[in-house]
């Protein structure tokens, strides 16, 4: 399974940007799938997740700024990230989570940037 992200990019303090991530190859649906990211110096920690059901969960740091949403294809997910601050600068990386067996795949990566 390879997981594609596109939409990062650089913007303004309170400004938005929209993540996709799509996953190919694969006829099953995953049962989670999630954003994390990854800041300079720092280590990789989770932004949000949706499971198959859109039930959610978010980093306190991110909660009622950004939304998770699984899309309408197999295996598609988005992070819709709004009033963006510069601590939300890293690496966004997109996973998805098979479960029976367990399976866990990573995109490899897109950079959002947001100035001051």
């Known amino acids: 399974v390879q997981l594609v992200e596109s939409g990062g990019g650089l913007v303004q303090a309170g400004g938005s940007l929209r993540l996709s991530c799509a996953a190919s190859?694969?006829?099953?649906?995953?049962?989670?799938m999630g954003w994390y990211r990854q800041a300079s110096g720092k280590q990789r920690e989770l932004v949000a997740t949706?499971?198959?059901?859109?039930?959610?969960h978010y980093a306190d740091s991110v909660k009622g700024r950004f939304t998770v949403s699984n899309g309408n294809a197999k295996n598609t997910v988005y992070l819709q990230m709004n009033n963006l601050k510069p601590e939300d600068t890293a690496v966004y990386y997109c996973?998805?989570?098979?479960?029976?067996?367990?399976?866990?795949?990573w995109g490899q990566g897109t950079q959002v940037t947001v100035s001051s």
């Open positions: 949706i499971t198959r059901g859109d039930s959610t």
């Open positions: 190859q694969s006829t099953t649906s995953a049962n989670v």
């Open positions: 996973n998805a989570q098979f479960l029976f067996p367990f399976r866990e795949y």
